[in-house]
Nanobody, 126 residues
Framework: QVQLVESGGGSVQPGGSLRLSCTIS????????VGWFRQAPGKERNGVSC????????YVEESVKGRFTISRDAAKNTVYLQMNSLQPQDTGVYYC???????????????????WGQGTQVTVSS
């Protein structure tokens, strides 16, 4: 049974930073991609950044390029999302998800993801 557990959310002021962690238990083939998704209040869930477990190739959504960095630690079975220069529009629930696909496909078609975490709240406000 694969489980994804997010942590690291919280409240920060604009310009602040947070690092989210997605810890994976169970077994995922190297062919899987893991990604982070954001759902703002009243809006759809959208892909933010996704990474391939095999080679570390990544996809980054345009609005977070240069601010968010996704990475993986195979030894810890964890995928991270470092978020810098946070803005109010980054507020939302952040979910981790995984599927047997490539990063761009996972991030742009989140409805196809087979495994989801429970989400962690990120609030950016002054």
């Amino acid at each position: 049974q694969v489980q994804l557990v997010e942590s690291g959310g919280g409240s920060v002021q604009p310009g602040g930073s947070l690092r989210l962690s997605c810890t994976i238990s169970g077994f995922l083939l190297d062919y899987y991609a893991v990604g982070w998704f954001r759902q703002a209040p009243g809006k759809e869930r959208n892909g933010v950044s996704c990474i391939a477990l095999s080679d570390g190739s990544i996809y980054v959504e345009e609005s977070v390029k240069g601010r968010f960095t996704i990475s993986r630690d195979a030894a810890k079975n964890t995928v991270y999302l470092q978020m810098n220069s946070l803005q109010p529009q980054d507020t939302g629930v952040y979910y981790c998800a995984a599927d047997l696909t490539i990063p761009q496909a996972l991030c742009t078609m989140p409805g196809g993801a087979g495994y989801w975490g429970q989400g962690t709240q990120v609030t950016v406000s002054s």
